[in-house]
């Protein structure tokens, strides 16, 4: 790229796929909703990009199409579900989104606002409720504390209401 005269107009990203249980929690595999296997890397550096910033934006890889197509100047098809992530880059916002949802298979459900997530295991009638600021290991499951049961509901109420949204099944069954 600086050969080529093109380092100062690219935009490079470094991501991967999800996490890999490798023994926290319990768990082996790719097969939760906890953060040690739902978080992503997501490094960009290039022109615009602050050197060294670090952002806590919510934001799925998905939203990736969309930040290209920004970054370049075209128009982001109006089939694109993703959101740009450049002014969030760039210092201009602090957030694209208020909340994140995950899924796995029929087994998990998970909505996160970046400070409290709820994971739901609906086949099992089970629901875990974290704060991701005091416990980001997600070590103490608060579900079952009724000083957070307005938390729960509302955030059980926000994860069904998208997931019929998005035709999902399961969610009659939260």
């Known amino acids: 790229?600086?050969?080529?005269?093109?380092?100062?107009?690219?935009?490079?990203?470094?991501?991967?796929?999800?996490?890999?249980?490798?023994?926290?929690?319990?768990?082996?595999?790719?097969?939760?909703?906890?953060?040690?296997?739902?978080?992503?890397?997501?490094i960009f550096a290039g022109p615009g990009v602050p050197l060294g910033a670090q952002?806590?934006?919510?934001?799925?890889?998905?939203?990736?199409?969309?930040?290209?197509?920004?970054?370049?100047?075209?128009?982001?098809?109006?089939?694109?579900?993703?959101?740009?992530?450049?002014?969030?880059?760039?210092?201009?916002?602090d957030g694209v989104r208020d909340e994140i949802f995950g899924y796995f298979t029929d087994t998990q459900r998970m909505i996160?606002?970046?400070r409290w997530k709820l994971i739901v295991y609906p086949q099992v009638r089970r629901v875990q409720l974290f704060d991701e600021k005091e416990d980001p290991e997600e070590m103490h499951d608060l579900s079952a504390e009724?000083?957070?049961?307005?938390?729960?509901?509302?955030?059980?109420?926000r994860l069904k209401s998208w997931l019929q949204g998005q035709g999902d099944p399961l969610a009659e069954q939260l």
């Open 55 to 93: 952002k806590d934006a919510l934001c799925y890889l998905r939203d990736l199409f969309p930040t290209f197509c920004d970054a370049a100047g075209i128009p982001v098809p109006d089939t694109v579900q993703g959101q740009s992530l450049l002014p969030v880059i760039r210092g201009e916002k």
């Open 112 to 114: 996160s606002d970046g």
């Open 1 to 42: 790229l600086e050969t080529a005269g093109q380092l100062q107009n690219t935009l490079i990203v470094y991501t991967s796929d999800q996490g890999l249980a490798m023994g926290s929690h319990g768990l082996l595999g790719k097969q939760n909703q906890y953060e040690h296997t739902s978080r992503v890397p997501l």
């Open 146 to 157: 009724s000083k957070q049961s307005e938390r729960r509901a509302a955030m059980l109420a």
